[in-house]
């Protein structure tokens, strides 16, 4: 039921049929107050200066987008960066270094899944969750960062940092925002970011299916959005989708596996990263982003002018 319900709201807030439509309408005097509200809490807040360069790299809108790819692709060849998240999925609360200069410090149950792909993936990096971003922060002052990576903080006004929006291509969602739309700020917001990026444009997503030679898999995976990776995918292959975040369970994975006689499950890198210390088999699809080189530019250049700065 609660999984019928998520993937219902998905639908309804990027795939809308005509009857969710006019639901959509009818809640747009919750959505006025929601939007006058956000606006209220931004006016009144100031934004607080570190000391250090701080890339905060989000979207408008809910669910994903490509934040924690585009991360590992602006931080994988930086030395003695963090990265900052929220670590949704978590069972752990409050700060939480996961890895430290590479080394990883904890396991996925206390980082939550997209903080551990970080750390797997940026073995030079620094990763840490926090409910607070500011508290995060000065701990990775205080381990030494030069650089902070924020992810989806674009909302987060009491941070003075340089702000990456990405905006996907998305043609069918509501230009509005919570509850009658996907967007969390109005759309008007994309003009006060310091650099946007447009999927298509500036841009491009790659996924690389694997070779599963005589391997009969299964497909399964608990992202947001997780219809966008089926064109990719084998003809006729099994698939399973669970919502964003979503715990797995070991029965239920091995019973699927026993259902079908497969041999290994397809899946992402971030549902990996659950999978893998259950102790099956993984096939990983591999998703990056490709960002144009003068947009990339742009933020090394903001890099350098703090440095020289400071």
């Known amino acids: 039921m609660r999984e019928r319900l998520y993937f219902w709201v998905e639908r309804y807030l990027f795939a809308p049929s005509s009857t969710q439509k006019l639901l959509s309408y009818a809640l747009l005097p919750l959505t006025a107050l929601y939007c006058t509200i956000t606006k209220l809490k931004q006016h009144f807040t100031r934004p607080e200066d570190f000391g250090l360069p701080i890339i905060s790299i989000g979207n408008l809108i809910v669910g994903g987008s490509g934040k924690t790819p585009l991360t590992i692709e602006l931080a994988k060849e930086r030395k003695n960066c963090a990265v900052i998240l929220r670590g949704y999925g978590r069972s752990s609360q409050g ?10 410090l904890t396991d996925v149950t206390q980082s939550g899944d997209e903080a551990m792909l970080l750390a797997q993936s940026l073995p030079k990096a620094t990763v840490i969750v926090s409910e607070d971003r500011k508290i ?30 990405i905006k996907p291509d998305l043609a069918h969602i509501q230009p509005f925002c919570l509850p009658s739309g996907p967007y969390r700020e109005s759309p008007r917001a994309y003009k006060q970011c310091n650099l946007l990026l447009k999927e298509g444009i ?9 070779d599963l030679a005589d391997k009969k ?5 608990a992202i947001s959005k997780p219809q966008r990776l089926l064109p990719y ?6 698939h399973y989708l669970f919502p964003d975040h979503a715990p797995f369970d070991p029965r239920q994975i091995q019973a699927l596996l026993d259902k079908h006689d497969a041999d290994t ?11 893998q210390p259950l102790g099956f088999e993984i096939t990983i699809i591999a998703l990056s982003l490709q960002i144009d ?3 990339r530019s742009i933020i090394e250049s903001f890099l350098e002018d703090f440095a020289k700065i400071a």
């Open 95 to 104: 700060l939480v270094v996961v890895s430290r200069h590479g080394k990883i």
């Open 136 to 165: 995060a922060i000065q701990k990775a002052k205080e381990i030494g960062i030069e650089t902070i990576f924020l992810d989806d903080a674009f909302s987060k006004k009491g941070i003075k940092k340089f702000d990456i929006l």
């Open 202 to 210: 500036d841009f491009q997503r790659l996924v690389t299916l694997p």
């Open 217 to 221: 898999a299964i497909f399964l995976t």
């Open 233 to 238: 995918l084998p003809k006729d292959i099994p």
């Open 265 to 275: 499950i397809l899946t992402t890198a971030k549902d990996g990263v659950k999978l």
């Open 293 to 295: 080189p003068k947009k």
